[in-house]
Nanobody, 125 residues
Framework: QVQLVESGGGLVQAGGSLRLSCACS????????MAWFRQAPGKEREFVTA????????NYADSVKGRFTISRDNAKNTVYLQMTSLKPEDTAVYYC??????????????????WGQGTQVTVSS
């Protein structure tokens, strides 16, 4: 069973930065594509960004391009989300997810097999 555990969420002022981490229990982490999704109160969960197994391919939602950066450390079985220039509309629970198709940086939730429990990010104005 693959376990994904997010950390790093918190309260930050608009314009600030946060770095989220997602630790994966699976030895197959280095073969998996990873993604971040988020869900704001009263809204559906939405795609944020994804990264391929080697890190050579990434995909970003238009709303975060230029502000968020996804990266991974396969030696540590961890994927990161560096968030800068945060806005109140970035407030959400952030989830990491994995799929075994290591090159697929998909924006579709159905392509991801495992999910973490989420970490809350709150951006105050």
């Amino acid at each position: 069973q693959v376990q994904l555990v997010e950390s790093g969420g918190g309260l930050v002022q608009a314009g600030g930065s946060l770095r989220l981490s997602c630790a994966c229990s699976a030895r197959t982490f280095s073969n998996s594509a990873m993604a971040w999704f988020r869900q704001a109160p009263g809204k559906e969960r939405e795609f944020v960004t994804a990264i391929s197994r080697s890190g050579g391919r990434t995909n970003y939602a238009d709303s975060v391009k230029g502000r968020f950066t996804i990266s991974r450390d396969n030696a540590k079985n961890t994927v990161y989300l560096q968030m800068t220039s945060l806005k109140p509309e970035d407030t959400a629970v952030y989830y990491c997810a994995s799929n075994s198709q290591g090159l697929l940086v998909s924006p579709w939730q159905s392509d991801y097999e495992y999910w973490g429990q989420g970490t809350q990010v709150t951006v105050s104005s």
